[in-house]
T-cell receptor, first 109, second 115 residues
Framework: GQNIDQPTEMTATEGAIVQINCTYQ??????LFWYQQHAGEAPTFLSY??LDGLEEKGRFSSFLSRSKGYSYLLLKELQMKDSASYLC??????????WGAGTKLIIKP | GAVVSQHPSRVICKSGTSVKIECRSL??????MFWYRQFPKQSLMLMAT?????????EQGVEKDKFLINHASLTLSTLTVTSAHPEDSSFYIC???????????FGQGTRLTVV
């Protein structure tokens, strides 16, 4: 079956760095997405990886290892506004997104 | 990124009535649109996938006669919740993408409350 695993909740300190991991098992693979979702709002797109390696975009970076079925989202210089849920989603061979349950990130001052 | 507009953002309706939610891609042609439902503190649940000009593909367990989806043009898809019941109260989110391997952009979501 198809499955996405990511931690339920993480806590980090303002100004620090946090890494949110995601492992996936899908029927075929056409890329890995990360979305940010604030409470009561729709998700917003953060990153898309289809090739192995690290993609850096400002304070956020995303890494993918296709052979390991593994990705992580790295957030640097954490700000209070980064408190949100971070959703990992893998695209299968039919170009359908398989969603993780999301990681709730709590930022403390 | 591309803009997807979803309307209304909030709606309260009486049991037994129908509610229509619109999802528009404002600056790109959306060949595929997705409709999701999200319960509090839970992940997105895909309800159906619609391709322009064809019937929507519903996920297992989603009643197609209750959740009517129309994707009449490359910029508009609608979800109609028919004969709404309180258990239909939820956050409904649409997303749209232009190509098969591109990212999907989300609408703002619609919070439906059935009283």
């Amino acid at each position: 079956g198809q499955n996405i695993d990511q931690p339920t909740e993480m806590t980090a300190t303002e100004g620090a760095i946090v890494q949110i991991n995601c492992t996936y098992q899908t029927s075929g693979f056409n890329g890995l997405f990360w979305y940010q979702q604030h409470a009561g709002e729709a998700p917003t797109f953060l990153s898309y990886n289809v090739l192995d390696g690290l993609e850096e975009k400002g304070r956020f970076s995303s890494f993918l290892s296709r052979s390991k079925g593994y990705s992580y989202l790295l957030l640097k210089e954490l700000q209070m506004k980064d408190s949100a849920s971070y959703l990992c989603a893998a695209m299968d061979s039919n170009y359908q997104l398989i969603w993780g349950a999301g990681t709730k990130l709590i930022i403390k001052p | 990124g591309a803009v997807v507009s979803q309307h209304p953002s909030r709606v309260i309706c009486k049991s037994g009535t129908s509610v229509k939610i619109e999802c528009r891609s404002l600056d790109f042609q959306a060949t595929t649109m997705f409709w999701y439902r999200q319960f509090p503190k839970q992940s997105l649940m895909l309800m159906a996938t619609s391709n322009e000009g064809s019937k929507a593909t519903y996920e297992q367990g989603v009643e197609k006669d209750k959740f009517l989806i129309n994707h009449a043009s490359l910029t508009l898809s609608t979800l109609t919740v028919t004969s709404a019941h309180p258990e239909d109260s939820s956050f409904y989110i649409c997303s749209a993408r232009g190509g098969a391997d591109t990212e999907a952009f989300f609408g703002q979501g619609t919070r439906l409350t059935v009283v």
